[in-house]
């Protein structure tokens, strides 16, 4: 077996684990491959052991391996920094962008949506304190945002997303996510559902599933360390 295969089926273990220990229903978490940095063979490999939903950063290396891979059936995730002059790329190509905290940035993906594919789907991310990116929109200024999305038809509100900084320890790791937990009671409305939390990493799966996860955004424990000048995951 590929050592990715190997790493894969120990990633699904841990996120069943968590199910059944945090009493979540079975099959509830989603994982989601971190693939910035590793070449498009390292998807395959993936994508031979069953795994098909990707996450990119970065728009012009994840082009090229979706170029790549156009022949396969994946689902492709946006999770890196969105920049005005990308959101074009990101609306033509992606099926889900968990990065999205600005107005401005909604209505050019709403626009530039092909009308011959579903809405993009968006989870917006909301900053907690303390953030290992400033990327994200403050927790009292996500719901004016919310608001707009009644006039998005392109745009598929899903949920919402955060990137806390690391901490040491299941208990403290928990806080952040427990803290979005509630932003999403909150937030959410009859109109806007925000089913979908996307939280936890290679170092903090667990915490994320306990406090509700129903995405985890795994790269390393999948497919080993990325070069450090990449490793900010900007
Ligand atoms: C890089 C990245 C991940 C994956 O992090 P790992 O620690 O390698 O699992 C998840 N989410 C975002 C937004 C990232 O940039």
Redesign the pocket.
Known sequence: MSSIKIRLAEVEQRIRLAEQRYSRAPGSVRLLA?S?THPAAFISEALAAGQYRF?E?YLQEALEKIGQLRDQRLEWHF??RIQSNKTRGIAENFHWV??LYSIAHARRLNDQRPPDLPPLNVCLQILIDNEATKGGIAPEEAGNLIAHFSELPRLRLRGLMT?PAPVQGLENQRIAFHRLRLIREQLKSPEFGLETLSMG???DLEAAIAEGATIV?????IFGP?KSTLQS?K
């Open positions: 971190v910035k996450g950063n999770i890196g968990h990065s990137l990493m290679t170092a955004r795994v790269g390393t424990a990325r995951g």
